[in-house]
């Protein structure tokens, strides 16, 4: 019987449950979640339910083999335990609610067994969850070496590039470049003093600043032009407001930007064009780096952002500037997002909390 109600109303019972996640304070409810989870956690549930139907153990012993699946999945797929735990009770909540409404006759079995399977399937996939997250922190030392090795990387890469312009007899030696050198090495120090103190952003101790925009803007276009020419790309940056500020940790939120604009410059097609823009709302800046890299294949933009994963084709390295740059983004209470332009390139858009005047 509950079976067959479930199957029956299923999109009946979809609509209740995003509605439920979406009015739901704590944990907020994410896109994903509610485009692909709410489904794939109702699916999970008919899973366990039918299992036990074909089988003869009590008290859902199917449910001990599947629902860790389950768990593995959802961690996968990046949900938190938090979202497992209410995203199965909004679904049956949603069950029992439809059946009141549409005076559905399940019996005092059925509600026993839904809460029964509810119970077991949180139980046992957020064990497995766990588990699998444990497994995932052993490979937390690699991905914070590729992060440190990533940075220092592209700091020396900038100091050698501005020692061989001071070298070539082009610049003096009191110029902008020989400010990109100086600020390229005292970035690296910066580096392996954060690498000590790496805590600081994994507990959220990381020291913000007041800093306005045209300064931070200024900075990046200065280093930013240096590599765009080595790569042979066109760099525009589009005038600041003086106004605009934010409160960003300097440091991570400069590196969070420079490695947007070095995924542009090495993507863009030979003599492309990189754009560095910046808008604003009352509440919101944003800072939107377009490049010409001639667009993503489908289903690249939903992995972009993840580390030590190939990008595409043709693209080489370990994928962490931009999974940097996300991170660094988000300790700040920023967000970062991307639009593919098919057949021209992408467009990063990072959008920040305004730093709103002082009133004196």
Same mark, same amino acid.
């Given at each position: 019987?509950?079976?067959?109600?479930?199957?029956?109303?299923?999109?009946?019972?979809?609509?209740? %449950?995003?509605?439920?996640?979406?009015?739901?304070?704590?944990?907020?409810?994410?896109?994903? +979640?509610?485009?692909?989870?709410?489904?794939?956690?109702?699916?999970?549930?008919?899973?366990?339910?039918? /299992?036990?139907?074909? /089988?003869?153990?009590?008290?859902?012993?199917?449910?001990?083999?599947? %629902?860790?699946?389950?768990?593995?999945?959802?961690?996968?797929?990046?949900?938190?335990?938090?979202?497992?735990?209410?995203?199965?009770?909004?679904?049956?909540?949603?069950?029992?609610?439809?059946?009141?409404?549409?005076?559905?006759?399940?019996?005092?079995?059925?509600?026993?067994?839904?809460?029964?399977?509810?119970?077991?399937?949180?139980?046992?996939?957020?064990?497995?969850?766990?588990? /699998?997250?444990?497994?995932?922190?052993?490979?937390?030392?690699?991905?914070?070496?590729?992060?440190?090795?990533?940075?220092?990387?592209?700091?020396? /890469?900038? $100091?050698?590039?501005?020692?061989?312009?001071?070298?070539?007899?082009?610049?003096?030696? !009191?110029?902008?470049?020989?400010?990109?050198?100086?600020?390229?090495?005292?970035?690296?120090?910066?580096?392996?003093?954060?690498?000590?103190?790496?805590?600081?952003?994994?507990?959220?101790?990381?020291?913000?600043?007041?800093?306005?925009?045209?300064?931070?803007? +200024? +900075?990046? +276009?200065?280093?930013?032009?240096?590599? $765009?020419?080595?790569?042979?790309?066109?760099?525009?940056?589009?005038?600041?407001?003086?106004?605009? !500020?934010?409160?960003?940790?300097?440091?991570?939120?400069?590196?969070?930007?420079?490695?947007?604009?070095?995924?542009?410059?090495?993507?863009?097609?030979?003599?492309?064009?990189?754009?560095?823009?910046?808008?604003?709302?009352?509440?919101?800046?944003?800072?939107?780096?377009?490049?010409?890299?001639?667009?993503?294949?489908?289903?690249?933009? %939903?992995?972009?952002?993840?580390?030590?994963?190939?990008?595409?084709?043709?693209?080489?390295?370990?994928?962490?500037?931009? $999974?940097?740059?996300?991170?660094?983004?988000?300790?700040?209470?920023?967000?970062?997002?991307?639009?593919?332009?098919?057949?021209?390139?992408?467009?990063?858009?990072?959008?920040?909390?305004?730093?709103?005047?002082?009133?004196?």
């Amino acid at each position: 019987m509950l079976l067959d109600f479930i199957s029956k109303h299923r999109q009946e019972l979809l609509e209740r %449950a995003r509605a439920k996640v979406a009015l739901r304070a704590v944990p907020r409810a994410t896109t994903e +979640e509610l485009a692909n989870g709410v489904p794939l956690f109702l699916s999970q549930l008919s899973h366990i339910l039918q /299992q036990e139907a074909n /089988q003869t153990a009590p008290d859902g012993a199917a449910m001990g083999t599947t %629902a860790p699946q389950h768990g593995s999945d959802l961690l996968k797929q990046g949900f938190t335990i938090a979202q497992v735990v209410h995203d199965y009770g909004d679904v049956c909540q949603a069950i029992t609610e439809l059946a009141l409404d549409l005076r559905v006759p399940l019996g005092t079995d059925d509600f026993h067994i839904l809460n029964r399977c509810v119970d077991n399937a949180i139980a046992s996939a957020v064990t497995e969850y766990s588990r /699998q997250r444990d497994v995932d922190r052993s490979g937390a030392a690699i991905r914070r070496q590729g992060f440190f090795a990533h940075e220092l990387r592209n700091h020396l /890469q900038t $100091a050698l590039l501005a020692l061989q312009v001071v070298k070539s007899g082009r610049v003096g030696v !009191s110029g902008s470049t020989i400010e990109v050198l100086e600020r390229s090495l005292h970035r690296l120090r910066d580096l392996v003093d954060r690498s000590v103190s790496e805590v600081r952003l994994d507990s959220g101790t990381h020291r913000r600043e007041r800093l306005r925009m045209a300064q931070i803007v +200024e +900075e990046m +276009e200065i280093d930013a032009s240096i590599t $765009a020419t080595e790569h042979g790309i066109q760099f525009s940056v589009e005038p600041v407001d003086h106004a605009l !500020s934010v409160e960003v940790d300097r440091h991570l939120f400069a590196a969070a930007i420079s490695n947007i604009l070095q995924n542009a410059f090495k993507f863009s097609r030979p003599a492309g064009h990189v754009w560095l823009r910046t808008r604003s709302t009352a509440t919101v800046v944003s800072i939107e780096v377009e490049d010409e890299c001639g667009g993503l294949p489908p289903g690249a933009a %939903a992995a972009i952002f993840r580390p030590l994963e190939p990008q595409s084709a043709g693209r080489v390295g370990l994928g962490l500037g931009l $999974a940097i740059s996300r991170q660094a983004i988000e300790a700040d209470g920023g967000r970062i997002s991307l639009r593919d332009v098919p057949g021209k390139g992408c467009i990063f858009i990072v959008e920040m909390p305004r730093a709103q005047s002082s009133v004196h």
